[in-house]
């Protein structure tokens, strides 16, 4: 099975620089996914990690370290339309099968 | 338009009652998942399916059972819903491996009473 954590809740000032962190613990890593969820909506993708390093894709940037179990979203230039719950997942496989696993979410407040 | 469909959006369902919630995709994805989401728990996998005619538990399976007769659709069913399964369930598919990210239905928020 799986462990993800993730902070609850996080705030941060509009065109500043958030840090969104996510440990794991799981027997078949196969891939970190970050997603964005506003209120009321689904889920929507923003970055993939399967390889140690840093994905840059415009002003969001998702680092992986597999060896500490860790990986973490970046947002530059924050705007208030980025106030959302940030999800991270862990691609799982074993056995043959496979399960994308969640966290519990971050809050991102994004004020003045 | 390709994507996935989920039906109904919302549902208010008496306890008791049996009800199949629908999820369908066009994108000839292999593999759909269940999730619940629940204030302060995330999203959870009630149980998935990693090609046509095979199915798996996730990790609140309890209560629900799904089927898997082809490709496209991906029904849940409540056998006997009791009000802990109010909750907001999404549907999701990816390709058919990992490595591709999930593509997400509207969600259902299905209240028991």
């Known amino acids: 099975g799986q462990n993800i954590d993730q902070p609850t809740e996080m705030t941060a000032t509009e065109g500043a620089i958030v840090q969104i962190n996510c440990t794991y613990q799981t027997s078949g890593f196969n891939g970190l996914f970050w997603y964005q969820q506003h209120a009321g909506e689904a889920p929507t993708f923003l970055s993939y990690n399967v390889l140690d390093g840093l994905e840059e894709k415009g002003r969001f940037s998702s680092f992986l370290s597999r060896s500490k179990g860790y990986s973490y979203l970046l947002l530059k230039e924050l705007q208030m339309k980025d106030s959302a719950s940030y999800l991270c997942a862990v691609m799982d496989v074993g056995a043959g099968s496979y399960q994308l696993t969640f966290g519990k979410g971050t809050k991102l407040s994004v004020i003045p | 338009i390709a994507g996935i469909t989920q039906a109904p959006t919302s549902q208010i369902l008496a306890a008791g009652r049996r009800m199949t919630l629908r999820c369908t995709q066009d994108?000839?994805?292999?593999?759909m998942y269940w999730y619940r989401q629940d204030l302060g728990l995330g999203l959870r996998l009630i149980h998935y399916?990693?090609?046509?005619?095979?199915?798996g538990k996730g990790e609140v399976p309890d209560g629900y059972s799904v089927s898997r007769a082809n490709t496209d659709d991906f029904p849940l069913t409540l056998a006997s819903a009791v009000p802990s399964q109010t909750s907001v369930y999404f549907c999701a598919s990816t390709v058919e491996y990992p490595g591709t990210e999930a593509f997400f239905g509207q969600g259902t928020r299905l209240t028991v009473v």
């Open positions: 399916s990693n090609t046509a005619g095979t199915t």
């Open positions: 994108m000839r994805h292999n593999a």
